[in-house]
């Protein structure tokens, strides 16, 4: 070949690649002027609406209300669909941060929302290598944009467009430590678990700085699909994505190879905790507080803010509410609740066989009665009023309540409390008649802060709350009342004797339309003069209508009502024995002023509310009332005293009892509780048995516990096993108990403090003459103006 041809074919080959290298740069221009023509297009929103800047500076996303306890701990959050409460990069364990890193964005902290390197690999491979979305792009995914509809190519690369602009926004926005923050408390970890707190919470029931690494491996290998990779479900699944997170936490050092193997080699534990509106600890109380709430909300407006909602909403505005309940003490009252009840109730059960009862759960009612109760029942249940708002006629209605069908009910045998079933929503209404109900609350009476609130033995399937709601006959738990009035007025002693004998109070008198001759339990009276304190301790009626007919109804009520007490009371001697209808929320808070010196503090549920930035929205102001002198408040507190010492309230302190009364190995839940500090309280059972109460204090602590059946006509046949003692006073003695295991809780086991220069006599051993008289009492009488 010639060097002219070679030349020639040098020279055309030359021409050749010129010509390639001039069109590769042409079109990697108008690729880059494409891309940035397309980018710009996107910030300018024509390929869709974009947030505007003030959203981006302030993006709402929808928290939940958290409810704080005394002792700093989670009782629960109010939320519709996003159980979110957000915290700051600061609390969010490095173990995490490093994991979320190495697996989702390694070059997290040298882009500027834009990982360029990973994005053409992303092309080159056709994503086969792996994505190229950040962390920022992921959290503007998040907030503005929403899921990706893949099936549709061109709607996916504008929302990728979209993507990018908003993350180099977010980025001159917010630091990189602030967009870790967000990304991982607005991501959705499935079972209401809505931002790392939450799933934290409900996947290993810890806060997120307490998280280990295998723990934040596991989170945030949920974060590629937490739908799929779901560790109730998909266990394998879920293990085996965690330990690439953990390899991959290796590959970029954040842990050794050593440290890698050993953590892939541990089992993986989940230690689910849901968190709902009818699970978890203080159910009861949260619901009161949801209304609570729910009113303070109605009467406070919100400020006015450009974009945001008009009045503050519990359940989107991340409202901090703090509380007086504490954790520790909520959860030995409820444990105390669940174990006595169990029992109780198989004894209850026992009693009612159809053998036994043949109108169980009812007793003394015939046929008609009952058909009563079950129809009211029936019109005020959820399946009719259902069925009334569908349109559906009251003989349709009638007729599904016949119809057996699949259902879930409360079973105390089971460990979730519940079975399935198939019965008819007839046999349901007398299957949870059958069910023995409680309510307690305990309250620090020197500041009304109450620590514990039961409203009954399971909330999913009992929405009732007994210690607001309810309220019932406090049988002879309003007895102390009485006798305060009488000391107070008539500055009688607990050592005063009266005659246990049959009293009457004539027609007229005290507005009585006709004679009031109450008996003492069993109609028994032993004609021995009783002291005040002996007479309160064994329960004499006949002693408690000697004491209202000489102060009267009148000042009964106005003492009680100085307590705090807002239900209805007559002013009629049969008060005296217990018969109005009391809730436990009003009587802890009126005994709360014998254990503080006589002084009453209005019963105090929540101490502060906080808005989202911590800016403090409300605060409590103790709301107090002196209503009795600190002698007769003391004297009062000697006489229930001796109702734990010598009366209805001694098994507290006693052991043995259970090797010759059958009632203490089958009900009397705890026993022995062998209590040696002073104890004032005091039980009380209504007619036929269909309430027990107790009342007890220590001198930092009032509690009082009721049991009962919904309708009156569900009780025990004999007192035995329906006397305040035998429901109520166990639950008191099992919570006591656990409380002082737990000396951090510094629940008193000291004497109640007795006022300088008492002048009531408190020692009953002085000689007679000494002691009060029956002329005493009368040259008093005579000085009161009734």
Known sequence: ?????????????????????????????????????????????????????????????????????????????????????????????????????????????????????????????????????????????????????????????????????????????????????????????????????????????????????????????????????????????????????????????????????????????????????????????????????????????KPAVEGERDKWSLYLDGLKIYTTVDSRMQANAEEAVQEHMKRLQAEFFHQNTPDRNKTAPFLDLDKSEIDNIIERAMKNSDRWRQMKRQGKSEKDIRSSFTKKTEMTVFDWNSDSHEKDTIMTPMDSIRYYKSFLRTAMMSMEPQTGHVKAWVGGVDYRHFQYDNVYQGARQAGSTFKPFVYAAAIDQLRLSPCYELPDTQYCIEAEKHGNPEPWCPKNSEGKYSGEMYTLKRALANSKNSVTAQLIDRVGPKSVVSIVKNLGITSEIPEVPSIALGTPDLSVYEMVGAYGAFANQGVYVKPVMVTRIEDKNGTVLYEYVPETKDVLSKEVAYAMVNLMEGVTQGGSGTRLRTTGYDKWRPEYKEIITGYPYEFKNPIAGKTGTTQNNSDGWFMGMVPNLVTGVWVGGDDRSVHFKTITYGQGASMALPIWGLYMKKNYADKDLGVSDGAFAEPENMSINLDCSKPADDADTEKDLDDDLDDLDF
């Not at 080159?124 to 920022?136: E, F, V």
């Not at 959705?188 to 799933?199: L, V």
């Not at 109730?232 to 690439?244: D, K, P, Q, S, Y």
């Not at 541990?266 to 507080?289: C, D, I, K, S």
Request: proline share 3%; no cysteine.
């Open 1 to 301: 070949m010639s060097k002219k041809t070679v030349k020639a074919k040098k020279k055309t080959t030359n021409k050749g690649f010129s010509k390639f290298v001039k069109w590769f740069w042409i079109l990697f221009t108008l690729g880059v002027l494409s891309g940035a023509l397309l980018f710009q297009l996107a910030s300018w929103g024509v390929f869709g609406e974009l947030p505007p800047f003030e959203y981006l500076e302030n993006p709402q996303t929808n928290l939940a209300s958290e409810i704080f306890s005394s002792d700093g701990e989670t009782l629960g959050k109010f939320y519709l669909d996003d159980n979110r409460t957000p915290i700051k990069f600061d609390d969010l364990p490095e173990n995490l941060v490093n994991a979320l890193i190495a697996t989702e964005d390694a070059r997290f902290y040298e882009h500027s929302g834009i990982d360029a390197r990973g994005t053409l690999r992303a092309f080159a491979y056709l994503g086969k290598k792996g994505g190229a979305s950040t962390i920022s792009q992921q959290l503007a995914r998040q907030l503005f944009i929403g899921a990706r509809e893949k099936e549709k190519k061109t709607q996916a690369i504008l929302q990728k467009l979209k993507e990018w602009v908003l993350a180099t926004r977010l980025e001159r926005q917010y630091t990189k430590d602030e967009i870790i923050a967000m990304y991982l408390n607005v991501y959705d970890f499935g079972y209401a678990a809505d931002g790392i707190r939450s799933a934290s919470k409900i996947y290993f029931g810890k806060e997120p700085k307490d998280l280990k690494i295998e723990e934040s491996a596991m989170l945030v290998g949920m974060l590629k699909n937490s739908s799929y990779y779901n560790p109730l479900r998909r266990e394998e699944l879920v293990f085996n994505r965690r330990n690439t997170v953990l390899a991959q936490m290796a590959k970029y050092d954040y842990i050794t190879e050593q440290e890698k193997d050993s953590l892939q080699a541990l089992e993986m534990q989940v230690h689910f905790n849901p968190e709902n509106h009818r699970e978890g600890l203080a159910t009861y109380f949260r619901m009161y507080l949801q209304g609570f709430m729910n009113d303070w909300i109605k009467k406070n407006p």
